[in-house]
């Protein structure tokens, strides 16, 4: 079970859309990161008990329309800041946090006229222990590599070929060959399929090789996760089109096994997911948001790559929930999660309870119009609880 979604607001009309978790205060409690898809991104800091601070709104200035965050420390001073892709003015923008919740000085990195940036992940591409940034670049049919130099800089950035009318919305990285280089999987939803592109150790890519996830699926979102304990990385996806989460296993060697697919429900459609062990028992499960009927639903796995029950948690009549995280809120043994809700302006959490999950979310608002789009968890205070 869940307890009942607490909302809190991003503002009206904000339209918040993508979240992500981390301390951003150091005190190890996870915070939240949400970008509205209008002009700001909400720094909520986490009391360690499964409740949140009021948003701190750090503007993104007009026109800019962030669309997704991702977390991580550019500038090797051991403080999370924050990589946001402004998609209405192509670009990304990384904030320096203090430490204390708060954030500073900003650096903006063009992904190019008309890349629409959607997605954005970090990782090493170039094994130099420095943080690099993908994103997928939704009008220019690409993936963007920014590679940073560790004093909160980045190179200019490269861009790797996803085919003609993909508009790549979602990139997730991992190993695929076992060579210790990191790879990414990127979703394209305009030809129905995840691309793989091979990391050759110095910051660059092969050419993609597609992973069909079936004509008019529109997949929407990637993870990547070990389903069935062989210790080879496998790809999970929403496809919104076809109201499916589908899963490739994986042979370690960057090929994978054919599409397995999951019907979520008709008019559901599924639009991001997290991975987590949501009831307890050792293996991995998959949670995901359903924009078509304002829901959240849990597969629970088998632990061999298959899933069996879905249990669905609503997020609130006309919510229209666009992104996920799970993490721990509260301290306890139960995986939690916070979902944005975009036409609420608000994300909701979710804490995890014995027997599963409480039904209901609790809301916090991000601010009239804010429309919140995105959320990641942090500790923002250095207070020890994920904000």
Known sequence: MFSNQTIYSTGYNSKPHWVALGDFNNDSFLDIAVVTIQTHVSIFLGYGNGTFTEQIAISEGTGSRPYSIAIGDFNNDNLSDLAITNSGTNNVAVLFGYGNGTFGRRAIFSTDPHSNPYSVALGDFNNDSFLDIAVANY?????????????GSFAAQRTFSTGNNSYPGSVALGDFNNDSILDIAVANSGTNNVGILLGYRNGTFGNQMSLTTGENSGPSSAIVTDLNNDSMLDIVVTTLLSNNVGVFLGYANGSFQELMTYFIG???APTSLTSGDFNNDNVIDIAVTNYGDNSVCLLFGYGNGTFGMLTTYSTGDGSFPTSIAAGHFNHDSWLDFVVTNVREGGVGVFLGLENMYEA????????SGSHPYSVVVSDFNNDSVPD
């Open 139 to 151: 009008g220019t049919g690409n993936v963007g590599i920014l590679l940073g130099y560790g004093n």
């Open 266 to 268: 008709s008019g559901s």
């Open 360 to 367: 209901n979310q609790s809301t916090y608002s991000t601010g």
